[in-house]
């Protein structure tokens, strides 16, 4: 009680008396918490909604949530319908007019990638499909460096006293990106052509960029449980066609890749999919590097 | 391009002249088969070829993706609509008609619903921003009787300075926690008896709402209505000022990762004014009686979720319980259309209260299963000068509900509940529902 008393008096006094003007950030998904604090350094401070081994499309709008976002400065999200349940609802419910989307104090990533997997047919016959296309974008490090720019220019927006500080950090971070998706591509071109299934349809990108072969999704539909009907089918099609491994994120239970990697005679692989998804995927350099690695064995 | 394709057609032609069929020679036979195998073969590598060049040129001369241009229609600002089907079919014990709590004055919609198939409530929303600064909300309710009301219709403003959070209309009001939800997204098919005995089933307002969010970490919200007070345990009086205030305030959060809750007290305070119903006299007569005074609930309510995680993919389980009590105090009219001749206005004092708490078990993907345990107090009732007419009782109406539900998307729902319901001394009504929720068009929002 008395720990609980001293922790009210802690809040009320920082809420009283705020300390330096460090801009809050509240990111989505960890890849962009990530990505922000790479910008942004000790002048930001990040929280990140959700964790890798959470699905983003099912999140609730929980009171933590919408307590962050009340005192956000900056709203990163992925867009693209991927929080469509849960994000406006807490954006609406915290009364932070700064972060309602249209202002400057709310980015989203997908907004400035050019987006793949629209849906030929927008149908719900067709599962939980993103109208606007698949708004995983993480899977390819070259997306991160198409996000880094604007969101350094939001951060420097927001925040314009400390301009010089996030050109300078953008440019540190783009030096070392832009080497480091040259070693990842080097690293992954044995990757080139291999066959893989996916679990979830989550990886087209990762797929476009490494120029790996995507044969079948477990899911009959996105966002849809697989079923043993569709399983039966997809290792039919690998019979004729076979895969070198399937493909699963963090986040998914791994039953089907399991059941089908047994039987198809090919390698479960779990990927980090995300910053945190795995021990390797530390921050957003580990998260390549591990999925790289992680592929090249399952290729192997 | 043309070289590689004219390559083997040449060497088939000049394979074909120096060997002209002239004898039907095994021999000759065998290297006609190994001609029209070359044949094929080279066809097969160029066609592969040619696709190769075809979808290269494609993806050259695509334009680089841009963000798609907005619709210039006008249906581009149409709002996001949304409909919610629902359907039961219900197996009651005892005939609906009869349906009471014992001690408790009914009012609003209260009771397990008629037997047989039925159509649920379906409910048709739209949402969309108005301008820069307010959000509109519509839920209409279209009713297996054929008649449309509004749930809900309310604006919201945006962009209120300090953090406030306004909202203005008609609205389900902030009171508890199941009461902000649409029957749709409960985890029973039916409202808890708490609810039924002190709200009449779920409570609306028509005016406004504050609610303000602390800008710290833990999550602290405080809110106040006012609102005209035409819903039970009120009713519609004639009169300019605020008939209903409610103030609430809930805190929650999260404990790690696979952890979070919220708490909260709530109060609402309003009044009645000749709220009639009928109840069975001392001398087992049906008298009419009117109460006219003010009615207090206070609410307190507390939910725990927990998923491995926060994956509620495989497994997960959630906890809710709300604590219910009111007061009314005024005067109780026995008799009042005077047919017994007995017609008296004594002064009137109930004290009751009543609780419910649920588990939801997520035990594999899609598949829940929930119990829930409804009780309620008759308490303390003073029928003052009318109590030579009328007794009190000290019965306490319970239920005993099951519920098991499979989700095969998120946008539909199928639930079978059994019930074992005590609402009046020496009855007993077991229900069996089936039920089913579809929703269409937009998707809906992931509410805690």
Not at chain 1, 107 to 123: H, M, T
């Amino acid at each position: 009680m008395r720990s609980h008393f001293a922790g009210w008096c802690v809040a009320l006094a920082a809420w009283s008396f705020p300390a330096a003007a460090d801009l809050s950030v509240f990111a989505t998904v960890p890849e962009w918490g990530a990505l922000a604090q790479e910008l942004g350094g000790d002048k930001v401070k990040v929280y990140t909604a959700t964790n890798a081994l959470q699905d983003p499309h099912h999140v609730e709008a929980r009171p933590s949530l919408i307590a962050r976002a009340r005192g956000a400065d900056l709203v990163v999200a992925t867009g693209a319908e991927l929080e469509i349940g849960w994000l406006p609802l807490v954006l609406q419910q915290a009364g932070n007019p700064k972060v309602q989307p249209g202002r400057p104090g709310y980015f989203e990533a997908a907004s400035v990638v050019a987006l793949l997997g629209k849906p030929a047919r927008l149908d719900r016959a067709e599962g939980d499909v993103h109208p606007q296309g698949d708004p995983h974008i993480q899977t390819d490090a070259r997306n991160i460096a198409k996000v880094a720019v604007p969101l350094a220019a939001r951060l420097t927006e927001l925040d314009s006293a400390n301009a010089a500080f996030y050109q300078a950090r953008l440019k540190a971070f783009m030096d070392r990106w832009s080497a480091a998706v040259v070693r990842w591509e080097q690293q992954a071109a044995p990757l080139k052509g291999v066959p893989v299934v996916v679990q979830h349809k989550a990886f087209t990108y990762l797929v476009e960029w490494l120029g790996l072969k995507e044969i079948a999704a477990l899911e009959p539909k996105p966002g849809l449980e697989p079923t043993t009907a569709h399983l039966a089918a997809v290792l039919e099609t690998l019979q004729k066609t076979p895969a070198k491994m399937v493909l699963r994120a963090a986040y998914q239970s791994d039953r089907a890749s399991q059941w089908i990697a047994e039987r198809a005679k090919m390698k479960a692989v779990e990927l980090p999919f995300t910053v945190g998804g795995t021990d390797g995927a530390k921050d957003l350099f580990g998260l390549y590097d591990d999925t790289i690695q992680r592929l090249l064995k399952g290729a192997s | 391009m043309f070289r590689l394709f004219m390559l083997p057609c040449a060497c088939a032609l000049a394979l074909s002249l120096a060997l002209p069929a002239r004898a039907a020679d095994p021999e000759l036979d065998e290297i006609r088969a190994q001609i029209r195998e070359l044949k094929s073969s080279y066809e097969n590598r160029i066609q592969a070829l040619e696709q190769r060049l075809k979808d290269a040129e494609a993806k050259a001369a695509a334009p680089a993706p841009m963000p798609a241009a907005p619709s210039s229609s006008i249906s581009a600002f149409n709002p996001a609509v949304s409909v919610v089907l629902q359907g039961r079919y219900a197996n009651l014990s005892r005939d609906p008609a009869k349906f009471a709590l014992a001690g408790f004055a009914p009012g609003g919609e209260i009771g397990p619903g008629r037997r047989g198939f039925s159509l649920g409530e379906s409910e048709l929303a739209m949402f969309a921003n108005v301008d820069d600064k307010f959000a509109g909300n519509l839920i209409a309710s279209l009713t297996p009787e054929n008649t449309v009301s509004v749930e809900e219709a309310y604006g919201l403003w945006l962009t209120a300075p300090y953090g406030l959070a306004p909202k203005f209309g008609r609205f389900f009001s902030g009171l508890g926690y199941l009461n902000e939800q649409h029957q749709h997204n409960w985890d029973f098919i039916d409202a808890p008896l708490a609810y039924q005995a002190f709200l009449g089933g779920q409570y609306a307002n028509d005016g406004l709402q504050v609610k303000w969010v602390a800008p710290i970490d833990q999550y602290v919200e405080l809110g106040a209505e006012a609102g005209n007070g035409d819903g039970f345990p009120g009713n519609a009086r004639s009169r300019n000022g605020a008939g209903a205030a409610t103030v609430f305030a809930h805190t929650g959060g999260d404990i790690g990762a696979s952890h979070n809750w919220r708490a909260g007290l709530s109060y609402l305070r309003t009044r009645a004014q000749d709220r009639d119903y009928s109840l069975a006299d001392r001398a087992g007569n049906d008298a009419a009686v009117a109460f006219t005074g003010s009615s207090r609930v206070a609410v307190a309510d507390f939910i725990w979720k927990w998923a491995p995680n926060g994956n509620a993919h495989d497994t997960s389980f959630k906890l809710q319980g709300e604590y219910f009590r009111r007061v009314e105090d005024g005067d109780l009219t026995y008799d009042r259309d005077g047919t017994l001749g007995l017609t008296r206005t004594a002064s009137f004092t109930s004290r009751q209260s009543g609780w419910y708490a649920q588990g939801v078990y997520q035990f594999m993907p899609l598949w829940r299963a929930g119990v829930r345990y409804d009780r309620l107090d008759s308490g303390s009732v003073d029928y003052g000068a009318n109590a030579a007419f009328v007794a009190a009782t000290d019965f306490s109406p319970k239920r005993y509900t099951v519920m098991l539900d499979y989700t095969p998307s998120e946008f539909s729902r199928f639930r079978l509940q059994f019930a074992q319901s005590r609402t009046l001394a020496d009855v007993t009504d077991n229900q069996w529902f089936v039920q089913y929720i579809l929703s269409l068009g937009a998707h809906g929002a992931h509410k805690y």
